[in-house]
Structure formats: structure tokens, C-alpha cells
């Protein structure tokens, strides 16, 4: 059974757009704040956006103007649209509840290359 479940990442040229996704089990999504990270090799894991339940957002400082997290409701489905990608954004992102976070899932790597 599903409770956390990202996809979508992959390896990029600096410049580039990627959009990942993650499927969440509904009793963890619904009216739940979430919450995507990302966690660099040899670095904590931060968090890089949030968005609530009807849609309002906040965005960590290095990726506002680039990224936006979005959400579907119906699919219990969070997205993070990334563009104009740097070597500094290579890391594994995880999405997950704010606050009250659940097991963390596996996780998608995603790699800027320069």
C-alpha cells in the first residue's frame, strides 16, 4: 500500500526543465500541507516547497522564480515543476506531510549537469 511514492526524476542539462510527482495515500494527502525536499550528497535534507490545501504556496529562496509545486486534489497527487534547472539543484527530492511527517518514501533522483 501506497503511502508515499515519488517519480519523474532524471538527469538534465543545466537550463533544463524536469516536473516530478509524488502519490500519496489519501489519508496522509487530504487537508494536509505538503511539503517537497531535497537532500544533496553529504548535506541535510531541506525543504524547498509547501503548498496547502487550497493552494496557497512558499518556496525556500534559492528555488523561488524557478520552481512551483502544485497539487491535485482528487488524485492525492503533489507536483514540482522545475525549470531553469542549476548543478546546485542535483539532489534526491522526497515529498511529505507538514507537520506530522509519515515514513519518508525512496525518493527521485534528480542530477543537473553543467
Avoid: H
Avoid at 504556496?57 to 524557478?66: E, F, I, L, M
Avoid at 497539487?71 to 539543484?89: C, F, G, H, I, W
Avoid at 518514501?105 to 549537469?113: D, K, P, W
Amino acid at each position: 500500500q501506497v503511502q508515499l511514492a515519488e517519480s519523474g526524476g532524471g538527469l538534465v542539462q543545466a537550463g533544463g526543465s524536469l516536473r516530478i510527482s509524488c502519490a500519496a495515500s489519501r489519508s496522509i494527502f487530504t487537508m494536509a500541507i505538503m511539503g517537497w525536499y531535497r537532500q544533496a550528497p553529504g548535506k541535510q535534507r531541506e525543504l524547498v516547497a509547501s503548498i496547502a490545501q487550497f493552494g496557497s504556496t512558499n518556496y525556500a529562496d534559492s528555488v523561488k522564480g524557478r520552481f512551483t509545486i502544485s497539487r491535485d486534489n482528487a488524485k492525492n497527487t503533489v507536483y514540482l515543476q522545475m525549470n531553469s534547472l542549476k548543478p546546485e539543484d542535483t539532489a534526491v527530492y522526497y515529498c511529505n506531510r507538514i507537520p506530522r511527517a509519515v515514513n519518508w518514501g525512496q525518493g527521485t533522483q534528480v542530477t543537473v549537469s553543467s
